[in-house]
């Protein structure tokens, strides 16, 4: 009788419940993590990227321990972009709307661009982490990302 109680269902936890009210206002509650809300409003990498340019991107860099991070980012058509497309490229690769890309997320970078593409090796993603991390805080932030990609 107990473990039905305890079952974890979408009928007891919907997740999410947004009001919109009559004017701007947005009241919402969030029952799970807030990465779980980000994520239902993300826009998709390939409404900002060319598809092409993408492939040619993650293809470049396919055998591991070649990833460089300057030349992706020119290869998919980034640095082309104005800084509010990078900070929206940076909101689709903070997987878990923490408002930073941690390590682990980095590890996941080629994937977010091509779901078949390899994970990054630890040398290579810590590499990419300094290279933008400029306070050292051991993650990149919106304003870090920009810098890496449009300097
Ligand atoms: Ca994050
Ligand atoms: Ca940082």
Request: aromatic residues 10%; proline residues 3%.
């Amino acid at each position: 009788m107990g473990e039905s109680g305890r079952a974890f269902t979408h009928e007891k936890c919907p997740g999410l419940w947004v009001f919109l009210g009559a004017g701007s206002k947005n009241l919402i509650h969030r029952q799970h993590r807030p990465g779980e809300l980000f994520k239902r409003f993300k826009m998709s990498l390939t409404s900002i990227l060319a598809a092409d340019a993408i492939e040619s991107a993650v293809k470049d860099c396919q055998a591991p321990e070649s990833f460089c991070y300057k030349k992706f980012f020119q290869l998919c058509g980034l640095t082309k972009k104005s800084p509010q497309e990078v900070k929206d490229v940076f909101r689709i690769l903070d997987n878990d709307g923490s408002g930073f890309i941690e390590e682990e997320e980095l590890k996941f970078f080629l994937q977010r661009f091509s779901p078949g593409a390899r994970v990054l090796t630890d040398k290579e993603t810590k590499a990419f982490l300094s290279a933008a991390d400029d306070d050292n805080d051991g993650r990149i932030g919106a304003e870090e990302f920009q810098t890496m990609v449009l300097s």
